[in-house]
């Protein structure tokens, strides 16, 4: 089967392949993950990811949560050191509400400060639950030594450190120089035209006007002084017992 690729006039990129199912699956992925945090917090990224679910200016958290499982559907997300992917597997009818749901989450989600506070220990929790378990801790440990003094040295989920220093500025400064249609690719996967997904994509994503360097590093880095940052922050390392 062949696969679609074009880019609207906002700069997204749009990615289509059709099947014969009854299930339709979509994602969004955002070009922006670990490896474009500043170290002082480092993990901004991930937490950015579970902020996203935790209400927009149309839905509150409860109905992000049911809307698509209301369906039969099902919404997740996750984050790499170089990407943050929403993703959405629905009915074939449905797959429209499903994009309109992705681009609410990327655009108009409002970060509540008591949601943060919440997710923040839900993290906090996420890293401590690694000294526990040697052979998923032992990757970081492996691109912190192998990438020394590169972004990707650092931890997906963060350092406790940063992670506590992260607050609702951070993550909208973060979402207002990432989250934009120019540094987006958005993916579909379902029995429908090509014309049909293009559409869809196009009236949620194609009025928004934005750009990004997607390769402009974290200051520190342009000036090699992460290495001394990293250095200096071994109390947040979950060697030193954090």
């Known amino acids: 089967m062949s696969i679609n690729i074009t880019q609207l006039d906002s700069g997204i990129g749009f990615v289509f392949r059709r099947i014969t199912s009854p299930v339709a699956y979509c994602a969004l992925t955002i070009k922006v993950g670990t490896r474009d945090e500043d170290p002082s917090i480092n993990g901004v990224a991930h937490l950015t990811e579970h902020m996203l679910f935790k209400g927009t200016t149309t839905r509150g958290a409860r109905r992000i949560n049911n809307y698509l499982e209301s369906l039969g559907g ?40 008591k949601e943060l506070l919440k997710e923040r220990d839900i993290v906090l929790d996420e890293i401590s639950s690694y000294k526990d378990t040697p052979s998923e801790q032992i990757f970081d440990d492996f691109d912190e030594h192998l990438f020394n003094g590169h972004p990707l040295s650092m931890p997906i989920l963060g350092k406790p450190k940063s992670v506590k220093q992260i607050e609702v500025n951070n993550i909208r400064e973060f979402t207002g120089k ?16 090509p014309e049909r997904g293009a559409a869809m994509v196009s009236r949620y994503f194609g009025k928004m006007e934005r750009r990004v360097n997607r390769f402009e590093l974290p200051d520190c880095f342009k000036g090699g002084e992460c290495n001394k940052i990293a250095k200096e922050d071994t109390s947040g390392t979950l060697r030193d017992g954090e």
């Open 74 to 113: 099902e919404l997740n997300a996750y984050t790499t050191k170089e990407e943050t992917v929403i993703h959405a597997t629905v009915l074939r009818e449905d797959i429209s509400k499903a994009v309109e749901l992705l681009a609410d989450l990327a655009f108009n989600s409002t970060y509540p400060q």
């Open 178 to 193: 990432y989250y934009q249609p120019s540094n987006m690719s958005f993916a579909i996967v379902a029995d429908i035209s």
